[in-house]
T-cell receptor, first 115, second 116 residues
Framework: DQQVKQNSPSLSVQEGRISILNCDYT??????FLWYKKYPAEGPTFLIS?????DKNEDGRFTVFLNKSAKHLSLHIVPSQPGDSAVYFC??????????????FGKGTKLTVNP | EPEVTQTPSHQVTQMGQEVILRCVPI?????FYWYRQILGQKVEFLVS????????KSEIFDDQFSVERPDGSNFTLKIRSTKLEDSAMYFC??????????????FGPGTRLLVL
């Protein structure tokens, strides 16, 4: 049951260029989306999020785009830096009536930024 | 910057033994979560906890699992009788609230559990 899909297991880009990581989802109840970055042997680190009422959110070098009709979101990193090399996870959550909201994760995309 | 902490970082146990994984969430957070990641697989939700009770749990979180907030700071995950398939990285997370604004969940560094 892959409600959140990251179809590219890996991506390699040159330093200074743009990195584009993609994520698709199937559950139309999802209304909040997050990107996490993870280094080996560490926990996921929150990067950026977007609510379904928006189609773009920007924070420094990171921009997330949401296309609700296509059930697709993407993370753009520009310019890419070697320190951005990590596994990037897309996650989604749905409104819970009076309850907490579990995150559903994709499998991750390993980004390598080459100097 | 406040962060979620977890202890121990690594735990090796024999099958059938009980383990307790500990977490200290961010101090002003109200919602607490456990996730796990089996090697090579996705990060999976286990349980969420609010106001001293479980809010939601996954099918993974069976009777062998329990959570507790024994004091004002710690949040624990207990596995009563570990199985080989419980070997995974266990992540604790916390969030300030789950208002309409959807507060973000912040994760700890994880505990790597190995069941032999």
């Amino acid at each position: 049951d892959q409600q959140v899909k990251q179809n590219s297991p890996s991506l390699s880009v040159q330093e200074g260029r743009i990195s584009i990581l993609n994520c698709d989802y199937t559950n139309s109840m999802f209304d909040y989306f997050l990107w996490y970055k993870k280094y080996p042997a560490e926990g996921p680190t929150f990067l950026i999020s977007i609510s379904s009422i928006k189609d773009k959110n920007e924070d420094g070098r990171f921009t997330v785009f949401l296309n609700k009709s296509a059930k697709h979101l993407s993370l753009h990193i520009v310019p890419s830096q070697p320190g951005d090399s990590a596994v990037y996870f897309c996650a989604a959550s749905a409104t819970a009536q009076g309850g907490s909201e579990k995150l559903v994760f994709g499998k991750g995309t390993k980004l390598t930024v080459n100097p | 910057e406040p962060e979620v902490t977890q202890t121990p970082s690594h735990q090796v146990t024999q099958m059938g033994q009980e383990v307790i994984l500990r977490c200290v969430p961010i101090s002003n957070h109200l919602y607490f979560y456990w996730y796990r990641q089996i090697l090579g697989q996705k990060v999976e939700f286990l349980v969420s906890f609010y106001n001293n009770e479980i809010s939601e749990k996954s099918e993974i979180f069976d009777d062998q699992f329990s959570v507790e907030r024994p004091d004002g700071s710690n949040f624990t995950l207990k596995i009563r009788s570990t199985k080989l398939e419980d070997s995974a990285m266990y992540f604790c997370a916390s969030s300030e609230s789950d208002r309409v604004g959807k507060e973000t969940q912040y994760f700890g560094p994880g505990t790597r559990l190995l069941v032999l």
